[in-house]
């Protein structure tokens, strides 16, 4: 198992083509949300967002004739966290984006890791960072302690957060991007390591709508 690396909040990196800065957070967070520029996290399964529900892997993820790369469908997995950390990267957790956060607590094996992204991440590759062209991803912990269905506060209960990308701007390689402690309520109705469904409600994400009803299967 590779050693465990630190947690990453809400992620500001990006890549589009080569490497990209990110000279601006996008939007504002209302108190007590927090934006750090740090990695990401993220992987793949089956998520309706507010609509149908949508599989990962029939899109290439880009979009124009310069080649800046564009939201997939949005998708949804979900693993062990013990799974997650032995997917982590070498470094220990540091990504092309930047390093990850520590978040002080202790976080048992059997927590359920669940993300909800636009990006490219996978039950392959869950720490895929996200990039430029307007992705997002919610990520999320649910304890051995509430894996039953119930209504759980996001970032009080479940440790949420989001992170979200801007278009390249015009000329350049730069995007902006952002992230914080997303608030708001999970009714979640199945909850195990085969699946977690459920509805997302009375978020405070910008830039994008993160009230949303949602499948993520179980990677394995």
Known sequence: ???????????????????????????????????????????????????????????????GETGTVGPFEVHAWVMRYDAYIDAAPDDGGQSDSGVGTDTGTSISPETLVVQISTGPDD?????????????????????????VPGTYLLFEELDAFFSATGPIEPGGDLCSGGGGTLEGQAELTVVSEQEVSGRLTMTNAFDFDANMTFTALGCG
Do not use: H, Y
């Open 1 to 63: 198992m590779a050693s465990e690396p630190a947690l990453g909040w809400p992620g500001l990196l990006l890549l589009a083509g080569g490497g990209c800065a990110l000279p601006t957070p996008l939007g504002e967070l209302s108190d007590p949300a927090t934006t750090t520029e740090t990695s990401s996290t993220t992987g793949t399964s089956t998520i309706g967002a507010t609509s149908e529900v949508s599989t990962m892997g029939s899109t290439d993820g880009s979009s």
């Open 123 to 147: 039950c392959d590759d869950p720490w895929a960072s996200l990039q430029c062209g307007e992705q997002w991803e919610v990520f999320m912990l649910i304890p051995p302690e509430l894996q």
